[in-house]
């Protein structure tokens, strides 16, 4: 917010001094004005729309920073983000879906397209008041050379008043010259300013898409133990049958917000995929058909963390992808395919973190999670 009250602070000042400049010399720049009134007005009015747009716009960023800001230091926000962080506020207001870095580099484009079309709104007044002061350059010397041809034709030297009538037709040149020169002077002058204000504006603005650059990169649930279903698959090779069918699993897990992390084999022969979710959500998905081998290591995962974290109990379901009947309870539960479990985790979505101490919790929560698994079962 800091950086955003500067750039205000400086439009703010630099206005004023523009202001105090034409009141000390408001005499001056009124001749100059009424040189030509239409013209001169409309570069005028031109000037004052595009000082306007430029405090409007940047005072429209207010409310995108304290939105901004709010939500990712966890305090609580009601509705949505104003508008250029509409597409950010939309993502994140769905819970149960986690934002991939594929879908934040398309979040953050959205939003500097919107930037960019703020952008072109004050580009556009300052070509503008360029235009109009050119314009005026050439409509002078339009007047001026017509004025000067009239005056030669005629011109009759042989009058006695001839340098009197000289005088009085040189009249119509001048106000060309006029025109030229007082409406490129307020052209030029207009678009520096127009373009200075512009400049902080765009200031703010870049500082406001740095800083949720910034957020998001750290927000976005990605963790350095994610892996894709070919790195699990290197990691413990498995037949092709096998391999589709924990892809799948795969899949349902990421589908329904959790982070699949790894790829054990159960008792040195039966795949699973390890995945984690936030409040210290452990599912391990597998093929085993042994209700003997899942309590077992079922018995032998919570042992390892009772021994290892002391605050933290981390809830540990397994679900079996089989046919065949086992014994069923709250931490192991039976599908008998897939589309069955992902019925399941459709309606048990993962919920992701909210606040950026959240995520940093919950990234490393995920990251103990792989190596301890890892550790469990390496030499299976």
């Known amino acids: 917010m800091k950086k955003f009250h500067r750039n205000l602070n400086i439009m703010s000042i630099f206005t004023a001094v523009l202001l105090v400049f034409l009141l000390i ?46 939500y990712f230091d966890g305090r609580s926000t009601r509705g949505f983000a104003p508008k250029l962080l509409r597409p950010i506020s939309l993502a994140l207001h769905n819970k149960h879906s986690h934002i991939t870095a594929s879908d934040l580099s398309d979040l953050l484009d959205l939003v500097s397209i919107r930037i960019e ?14 235009f109009l002061g050119l314009l005026g350059t050439f409509w002078g010397l339009i007047i001026t050379v017509g004025g000067f041809a009239e005056l030669l034709i005629n011109i009759d030297f042989n009058d006695e ?43 703010a603005q870049n500082t406001m898409f740095q800083e949720l650059t910034d957020f998001m ?3 976005v649930l990605q963790t350095p133990c994610c892996k894709n279903t070919t790195e699990l698959y290197e990691k413990a090779p498995v037949d092709e049958s096998t391999y589709t069918k924990i892809s ?50 079922l018995k032998r995962i919570e042992l390892c963390f009772a021994d290892t974290l002391e605050s933290i109990h981390i809830h540990v379901q397994l679900m079996c992808v089989t046919k065949k009947d086992i014994d069923v309870n709250d931490k192991i539960i039976r599908f008998a395919s897939t589309d069955a479990l992902s019925k399941y985790l459709s309606a048990h979505k993962n919920i992701r973190p909210e606040t950026r101490q959240e995520l940093e919790n919950f990234n490393a929560y995920a990251e103990y999670i792989s190596v301890a698994m890892e550790y469990l079962f390496k030499n299976n």
């Open 161 to 203: 008043f001839v340098l009197q009538n000289m005088q009085l037709g040189m009249a119509g040149p001048l106000s060309g010259m006029a025109t030229a020169f007082t409406s490129s002077l307020l052209g030029l002058a207009g678009s520096l300013v127009v373009s200075f204000l512009g400049l902080q504006l765009q200031f």
């Open 117 to 130: 079309e703020e952008r072109d709104s004050v580009r556009y007044v300052t070509n503008t008041l360029i």
């Open 217 to 219: 990169s750290k927000y």
């Open 248 to 297: 799948a699993m795969f899949n349902i897990f990421t589908d329904a917000g959790y982070i699949p992390c790894d790829l054990i084999k159960i008792d040195g022969k039966y795949p699973a995929v390890v995945a984690v979710g936030t409040n210290e959500k452990l599912l391990i998905a597998t093929l085993v058909d042994d209700a003997d081998i899942l309590r077992n290591t």
């Open 25 to 70: 010399f408001w005499r001056t720049f009124f001749n100059i004005a009424i040189t030509n009134i239409f013209l001169n007005g409309i570069i005028i009015g031109t000037a004052i729309f595009g000082i306007g747009l430029c405090f409007v716009n940047i005072f429209k960023l207010l409310p995108e920073y304290k939105w901004m800001h709010a």
